[in-house]
């Protein structure tokens, strides 16, 4: 009787620990692109033709899968996650239908846990291509997205801090958006 009340015991220990262990165990990395990319369209104008699209769904596949060589536990940032490292995206694209040509960049910025900036990188590219019906100008969006987040990868290096932090200090993913850009005046 007593060894089987030891054994239960020493499970029940086990199970709570493991749950624990589960609770506090989060990625130490997460990508944040604006949720203003998933919900307001960006416009290519063409003499010819205007073509309207979303950016965040677009670059959020091709960031994700760019990213994750580099940093395996890397996921996207959902409302009031933590990690040690935040990485925001900012996705910008041109076309410049004279020369037929998209014109594409995206901004990266380290973030550490506690909202500090580690770094910002820009990678930038162009692919020839017209702006014609949906399918197409689609995939050269998505190439010239490819090619940009392939020239900022060459770039990007995350340092890891010695000094994580505690999980109280740390900042929520979903505040990184709402810090603000440096903006420069000229007047």
Known sequence: MKNYLKTKACIITMVFASISSMAVASPNSLLYISPNDYSHSVRLLHPYYDYWFEQGPLVEPIALDALKEKLPDISMCKANETADTI????????????????????????FSGGGNVLGTYVGEAQQQGFLSVNHATQLHIQKVYAKAMQNLMTKFGIKPSENSGKAENKLPCGLVGAQEEAKINFY
């Not at 041109?94 to 014109?103: A, E």
């Open 87 to 110: 990485i925001r995206i900012k996705p910008s694209l041109f076309y410049n239908p004279q020369m037929r040509v998209f014109h594409g960049r995206l901004i990266a910025t380290v």
